[in-house]
C-alpha cells in the first residue's frame, strides 16, 4: 500500500506542475493564480471528542482553457489541518502539501464548478499541550496516525471582479481521517489573460478612436412615441403631455451635458424617429439645437461618424478569444483548432454606449460604454456618465500614441 501511494504522489506532482511547465510559452493561453483560504477542518482521534477548527493555506494553479466550456487546472498549496478537543488542550496541527488536478464545467465565463483528485503529502502530525513545567508553558509534539494519502473532492467557484475569484471546495480523503472545507480567493497574476487575444481586435479598436477623433459623434435622443400616442389613444392626456415633458427635459439635460462636459470631438444632435436616415448617411433636416428644434442651418459631411445613446451596454463578444486544444472539422472537413469567442456575463450596464454608424455596440478593447451612477441625482447622472465618456476617451486616444 506505501507503495502505492509513494507512486500517487509522484504523479500527481508531476501533473499538478505540467500545466506551468507547457503553457508557459504564452502566459495569454492560461490563468495564473495565487491563492491564499482557510480550511474548516476536523482531524478523526479514536477517544477524543474533537471540533473544528480554522487553519490558514496558501497555494498556486494555473488554469487552461479546453473549450467554450470546459477548463482544467493543476496546482499545489500548502495547507494546514486539525481540530480541538472539548477542552483547552490538547490540539492536534497537521501540516500538508497539496497537488491537484481539476477539471471543470464554465457557465457565462464567470462560474465553475468540478471535481477532481488530490495527493495530499504529510509534512508533520503534532499534538499541542500544556508542559509539566510551568516555564516552557506550551508544547508540541509529534505524533503518528496520520498519513499521505490521495482525495477526491467537488468544487465551485465565482468570478468577484475581472481577476479575482471566490472558490469552496470540499475535499474527502480516502483513509477518511479528517473532514475539510476550504474557502480561498485565487488572485490571477497574469492579467494579460483576460485582455483581447486576436491583434485584429486591437486594430479595429485603434482604427475606431483615430476615427472618431477626426470624425463627429452623433447622439440619438429618445421621443417615446409611441408610448405618448398609446396614452392618448386611452384618453389620458395629461399623463401623456407630461411623459412628453420629462422626455424634452431629460433630452435637453443630455444636450446640456454634452455641451459642458464633452470635447473629444464634435457632437450633433437627431431624434430616434431619424435613425434609419443617419443608418443611410442622409443628415439634410434633421440635427436639433438646444432646444430640441430641427436646424436646417446644421449640415456636416463627416468621413467617419459614430452614434451614441443613454441605454444598455449589451455582452461583449470581444472579452475573451482563445483556440480549442481539441481538434474539430471546419467547413471543408479538414481538421483544425477551434477558436471560440466568448464575452463578459450577458449582465446589462444602464450606461452611455458609443456604437457605430450602424447602430452596433462597440467592442473592447474600446472604451464605449460609461457608467451611470445611480445614486446620483438625473441631471448628475447624465454629467457625470458624460464627463466620464470624455475622460476615457482621451485616455485610450493618448495611450495609442504612445
Not at 516555564?135 to 475581472?162: C, D, P, R, W
Not at 436646417?296 to 451596454?313: D, V
Not at 455596440?361 to 454629467?383: D, G, H, R
Amino acid at each position: 500500500m506505501d507503495k502505492i501511494y509513494k507512486s500517487m504522489k509522484k504523479i500527481f506532482l508531476f501533473l499538478s506542475i505540467l500545466p506551468f511547465i507547457v503553457f508557459s510559452q504564452n502566459e495569454n493561453k492560461i490563468m495564473i493564480g495565487i491563492s491564499p483560504g482557510i480550511n474548516i477542518s476536523r482531524l478523526k482521534i479514536d477517544s477524543l471528542s474533537n471540533t473544528s477548527v480554522f487553519l490558514p493555506l496558501i497555494g498556486v494553479n494555473a488554469t487552461k482553457p479546453l473549450s467554450k466550456h470546459f477548463d482544467f487546472t493543476g496546482g499545489v498549496q500548502y495547507s494546514l489541518r486539525g481540530s480541538n478537543t472539548s477542552g483547552s488542550y490538547p490540539k492536534f496541527r497537521n501540516q500538508y502539501v497539496d497537488v491537484f488536478l481539476n477539471p471543470k464545467i464554465k457557465f457565462l465565463n464567470i462560474f465553475r464548478i468540478g471535481v477532481g483528485g488530490q495527493y495530499s503529502y504529510l509534512l508533520s502530525s503534532k499534538e499541542k499541550k500544556l508542559s509539566g513545567n510551568q516555564t516552557l508553558g506550551e508544547i508540541y509534539q509529534s505524533i503518528k496516525g496520520f498519513h499521505s494519502q490521495a482525495e477526491v473532492f467537488a468544487n465551485a467557484e465565482l468570478m468577484l471582479v475581472k481577476g479575482i475569484f471566490f472558490q469552496a471546495k470540499y475535499s474527502i480523503p480516502i483513509n477518511k481521517e479528517y473532514t475539510n472545507l476550504q474557502f480561498s480567493l485565487n488572485f490571477i497574476i497574469n492579467q494579460g489573460y483576460f485582455k483581447p487575444k486576436k491583434k485584429e481586435e486591437i486594430k479595429v479598436s485603434l482604427s475606431e478612436i483615430e476615427q472618431l477623433k477626426s470624425g463627429v459623434l452623433l447622439v440619438r435622443l429618445q421621443t417615446q412615441n409611441p408610448e405618448i400616442n398609446a396614452l392618448k389613444e386611452k384618453g389620458l392626456n395629461n399623463q401623456a403631455e407630461q411623459e412628453l415633458q420629462n422626455q424634452a427635459l431629460y433630452n435637453k439635460t443630455i444636450i446640456n451635458a454634452f455641451k459642458n462636459k464633452f470635447n473629444f470631438c464634435p457632437v450633433y444632435f437627431f431624434f430616434s424617429d431619424n435613425s434609419e436616415k443617419v443608418r443611410n448617411k442622409e443628415f439634410k433636416n434633421i440635427f436639433l439645437n438646444d432646444n430640441l428644434a430641427v436646424d436646417s442651418t446644421i449640415k456636416i459631411n463627416p468621413l467617419f461618424y459614430f452614434t451614441a445613446e443613454f441605454g444598455f451596454t449589451e455582452q461583449d463578444t470581444a472579452e475573451s478569444t482563445y483556440k480549442s486544444v481539441l481538434y474539430e472539422k471546419n467547413d471543408s472537413g479538414s481538421l483544425e483548432h477551434p477558436e471560440y469567442h466568448y464575452g463578459s456575463p450577458d449582465m446589462r450596464l444602464d450606461a452611455l454606449v458609443i456604437k457605430s454608424d450602424q447602430f452596433v455596440q462597440l467592442s473592447k478593447p474600446f472604451p464605449y460604454y460609461a457608467k451611470i451612477n445611480k445614486l446620483l441625482s438625473v441631471k448628475s447622472q447624465v454629467e457625470d456618465a458624460v464627463e466620464l465618456m470624455n475622460t476615457k476617451l482621451k485616455k485610450y486616444y493618448s495611450e495609442t500614441k504612445k
